[in-house]
């Protein structure tokens, strides 16, 4: 079954181009010049886009504010586009649930790839279902800090703690090997795809946004330990 994107943007040739790309991969593509209309055309029902491809820059509602009514009512995927690479912290690290982002100017290609791998992703619950799953699949503990990657929920010292799809993903890779220095490259190929494009620094921001929603200090870190030079590793949970 093809997947449905929307693309939102008040350019109208980056809109031809984004959607003869998508069209020749197999997507279904609709597409919205206004925040306003993006609302309309992504409201929950039977012709919903699977994913919006949205612009920061819009000329009547920011795409930032549109991501933030999107969420109200609705799980679907978000990659968010910017002109302004300097945004980028801003973007991923303070919005509401955006599940990827790309800098303007951009390749065509690696805006369908990216599409494809953020659809790869499972949202919360698409992986519950399956009797047994629990017994085959058990939540992960490390110290203080629980990942069930069934319910995809994080707890931290018994409270459920709210991350981003991306955040969930990366402390799902760090959880399942406690100690292990990832390098930025390798969480790259394990979270975004091998068929990533883009600047390394995305990890970066992400991990800046996970240690801020697990209540993480880089400087005395109890979870995500930097190992300068090298990249990320998870620490025992349990410094206070």
Request: charged share 30%; glycine share 10%; no cysteine.
């Amino acid at each position: 079954m093809s997947r449905r994107v929307l693309v939102v943007d008040d350019e109208r040739g980056i809109r031809e181009i984004l959607r003869a790309y998508l069209e020749s991969e197999g997507f279904l593509v609709s597409e919205a010049a206004t925040g306003a209309d993006a609302l309309r055309r992504a409201a929950p029902g039977p012709d919903a886009p699977d994913l919006v491809l949205l612009d920061v820059g819009l000329p009547d509602l920011d795409g930032l504010e549109v991501l933030r009514t999107l969420r109200r009512s609705s799980d679907v995927y978000v990659v968010l586009v910017t002109a302004r690479a300097e945004e980028v912290d801003r973007i991923v690290g303070l919005t509401v649930g955006a599940d990827d982002y790309v800098t303007k100017p951009f390749s065509p290609r690696e805006v369908v790839a990216r599409v494809k791998t953020v659809l790869r992703r499972a949202r919360s619950g698409e992986a519950a279902g399956t009797a047994g799953a629990v017994e085959e699949d058990p939540v992960l503990r490390v110290g203080a800090l629980a990942l069930d990657p069934i319910r995809r929920e994080v707890h931290v010292d018994g409270e459920q703690v709210a991350l981003s799809t991306l955040e969930f993903d990366l402390l799902h890779s760090f959880i399942r090997s406690p100690g292990r220095v990832f390098s930025r490259a390798q969480l790259l190929e394990e979270v975004w795809g091998y068929d990533f494009y883009g600047d390394e620094r995305v990890v970066d921001v992400h991990i800046r946004g996970m240690r801020k929603a697990l209540g993480d200090d880089a400087t005395a870190p109890r979870f995500i330990g930097t190992v300068r030079g090298v990249g990320y590793k998870l620490v025992d949970g349990d410094r206070r």
